[in-house]
């Protein structure tokens, strides 16, 4: 198994780790947990920093009055979905495709799922996320498989949120490098590219929090029409 070379970074670990990340940015870094042993450990590191730290932490006295009011507002706020979490040291040396937790969302089978086609050679899948109603949609992002044949991407685009896109198989080429099986690509609104998928196509999971603006003389065309 190769060693992935692009990683989110220590803020998006650190949000990861104290379980402050909406659910479709949780499955995108917990999938990339189970294909990278470096960010794995990093997270170990940082889930036992914060579990020291908490039990360093002296009880102090509370109001009765001001828990009650705490409790009764937490009471109103709708359940955060549950990402299951990758082990976090040991993982067997051949990961499938799909690993955990990505494989509990859309199953083994990639033929089995309706994929959809945004382009020739471009197919998508949206995951199906959450579960309670009244959820924050924003928050929780929007997460989907994207197929890409040789050759084929988006058009030259930036976006009005974060993307985060992680290979799944093959690969693919943009303004920032080349990224293959296990990389994380982390792009924001300062990011202006356009992702070509290598010679032998590219399988990737998809996260944005907004949809992407398409740039040049085609994105005035496509950006009130396609929502990517
Ligand atoms: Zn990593």
């Known amino acids: 198994m190769t ?3 692009h990683h989110p970074g220590d803020t998006l670990l650190i949000d990861y780790a104290g379980g402050a990340l909406g ?3 949780s499955l995108i870094v917990a999938t990339h947990l189970a294909l990278c042993p470096c960010c794995r450990l990093n997270v170990a590191e940082m889930e036992a920093v914060g579990g020291a730290l908490l039990e360093s932490i002296e009880p102090e006295e509370v109001d009765p009055a001001c828990l009650e009011t705490v409790l009764a507002r937490l009471d109103d706020l709708p359940p955060l979905p549950r990402v299951p979490r990758p082990k976090l040291v040991c993982q067997p040396a051949e990961v499938p495709l799909l690993p955990e937790p990505l494989r509990r969302y859309v199953g083994g089978d990639l033929s089995r799922l309706p994929w959809k086609r945004l382009m020739r050679g471009m197919d998508c899948y949206d995951i199906p996320l959450g579960s309670g109603s009244g959820y924050d949609s924003a928050r929780r992002g929007k997460a989907r498989l994207m197929r890409l044949a040789s050759g084929v991407g988006p058009p030259h685009h930036t976006h009005r949120g974060i993307e985060l896109t992680l290979v799944l198989d093959g690969g693919f080429t943009d303004d920032l490098g080349q990224f293959a099986r296990g990389d ?4 924001d609104d ?4 356009r ?16 949809p992407l603006r398409f740039t040049g003389a085609l994105g005035l065309i496509l950006n009130p029409f396609v929502k990517f």
């Open 3 to 5: 060693v992935p070379t």
């Open 23 to 25: 659910e479709a940015a």
């Open 184 to 187: 994380l690509s982390v792009a």
């Open 190 to 193: 300062s990011v202006r590219h």
């Open 195 to 210: 992702p070509v998928a290598d010679e032998e196509g590219c399988l990737c999971l998809a996260v944005t929090d907004a």
